[in-house]
């Protein structure tokens, strides 16, 4: 097995060294696409399908990580606490599962996040990491959860639509993840890095960071070996009386926060932000379980006590479609008539210059939606209905004969037309990846877009030159953000800095970045003095204002 492995990794180093040189060596037949200009992307884009190809597939080789796996379940199996080392990155081929009450599981001494364990999937058939589902008041802190999605293909092409790390049911109570970072959650079909199930009761999920969770409709975020469509929530709750707080949500595909019932919870101090892969809804109040059914006849749904309040929703780089949806029209019309009752939404913001719509409301009853701001900007309305679209982008907006004994603050505007199915993401043309083509990209959403990638990239705005080229090209070409950020890692501007990523990593590329911004941004806080997410939001996020 060990000459195995030698032969494996001297193989996938040549061929990646290879794949490199050999896109290097074509740029300069191709107009010397980094002179400034990128103006043939899409030969170039041409040229990296086959290379992409012959190096991932050799990354998706690995073996399995039985014996850590079976060490760390061992653990848990034996009814102890599951304490990792320091700075120890563990590799499992199957999820971990708690078996009794009370355990935790967290990095053994950890003063800073630096010091946290690292627990990895290795297996391309697996998705669930941690499993805790029925087992009351464990804990899981101080660690890193890393999905690695973007280094495996799962057998059928497409991420399976579980969770990420999956909690609550049935006997499920009390469960804390706290003070923990996830990168690249392998869940999808509108499954969460974080998912709280149904009929447990007083979840805590608190000043976490997640960063990358599901695919978006116009493939930003897939990896080459990626079928359509595999996005995924941030955290998705449904057990009552819980608390969702200070977590900052980065590039959440489906929803930042999906509240789905979850009557009595708060969900408040968090941030959801849109930096490079569009999310369909901010903090959503949509999408009612069935066990939370108040009167089946009035289908009336039990929503009484949710408070979201205080937080903040960020369309950085990509679009965010609606920033706190309200009720089950507005993201669809499946459920029509489905009325949701009883919750508050108080002194949320919205910003940034890639919105669909801010605050919509229709078929909730009871509510009081107030004190919220928005400075966002709205272009690009959304799918509708068959040949019935909606109204236009707005900052607040409700459906006056859906909408029942509110109290909305004088901000909203009533829709003239309708407002169901306020996403833009559906009856699309599609490129030969099964992902959205747009027919046009708004003018500031194009602009936000290319700032991004630049920032995020090379730690610099574009030139005016460059923010014209770019513009043009993402307008005509009908390509995405990933598109632009893979070029850019091809310059020379980049390799200076960063010559240790290939092409073909720019997911993995993008988390190291990420986390070099948040451990800088952390130096000043130990993990008694939690940052507030909206203040790591800040501290991470200032230069690209």
Known sequence: MLSYMLIYNNIHHFLCFYCLHFINGQMACFGKIMDKRYTVIDSFQNILKTVILMALFLSTLTTKAN???????????????????????????????????????????????????????????????????????????????????HNMRPKAGKVPDVPFISLGRKGGDDQII????????????????????????????????????????????????????????GISVSTQNSVIRNNLIIDA??????????????????????LSREVLMG????????????????????????????????????????????????????KENAILVGASVINNKMIGNVGGYGFAASGIKNFIIKDNITTASFEE???????????????????????FDCQLQEDFIPAK????????????????????????????????IINTAFMEILDRN???????????????????????????????????????????QLQECRVKLFLEDLYIACEAFDLDSWPAAVELHSLIFERYN
């Not at 946290?116 to 802190?141: L, Y």
């Not at 309305?381 to 109204?391: A, K, Q, T, V």
């Not at 169901?420 to 992902?435: C, F, I, T």
Request: charged share 20%; glycine share 8%.
């Open 283 to 334: 903090i959503a109040l949509v999408e009612p379980k069935d066990y939370c059914l108040l009167d089946k006849d009035e289908k009336t749904y039990d929503y009484r006590g949710i408070v979201v309040q205080n937080n903040l929703v960020h369309a950085l780089g990509a679009r965010v479609h609606i920033g706190y949806p309200c009720g089950k029209d507005v993201w669809n019309g499946n």
């Open 178 to 233: 706290k003070e923990c970072i996830i990168t690249n959650a392998r869940c999808a079909g509108g499954w969460a890095a974080i998912h709280i199930h149904e009929y447990g009761m007083r979840t805590v999920i608190e000043n976490n960071i997640i960063f990358g969770s599901g695919t978006d409709v116009l493939g930003n975020g897939r990896s080459s070996l990626e079928h359509p469509l595999g996005w995924g929530d």
């Open 417 to 448: 037309k309708h407002i169901v199915h306020l996403l833009r993401n559906s009856r699309p043309v599609v490129n030969e990846s099964g992902y959205r083509l747009l027919s046009k990209y708004g003018k500031k959403e194009a602009v936000a």
């Open 67 to 149: 014996t850590v796996t079976k060490q760390l379940q061992g653990v848990l199996n034996s009814g102890s606490d599951l304490v990792l080392e320091k700075g120890k990155v563990y590799e499992i081929d199957e999820p971990l599962r708690f078996t009794v009450k009370g355990q935790q599981l967290y990095t053994e001494n950890a003063m800073n996040i630096r010091d946290f364990a690292t627990i990895r999937i290795v297996n391309p058939e697996m998705v669930t990491a941690i499993i805790a589902d029925g087992i009351a008041n464990i804990e899981v802190k101080h660690i890193c959860v890393d999905g690695n999605r």
């Open 462 to 504: 574009p030139s005016t030159e460059e923010l014209t080229q770019w513009n043009k090209w993402l307008q005509t070409s009908r390509s995405n953000a990933d598109a632009i950020r893979t070029a850019l890692m091809i310059s020379p501007e980049f390799n200076k800095n960063h010559a240790s990523f290939r092409v073909t």
């Open 381 to 403: 309305r959304g799918d509708g209905l068959p040949n019935n679209p909606p109204d236009d982008p707005a900052a607040f907006i409700y459906e006056p004969l859906n909408t």
């Open 253 to 274: 595909t489906d929803e930042g926060i999906m509240v789905q019932g979850a009557a009595g919870s708060h969900i408040e101090n968090n941030v959801v932000v849109a």
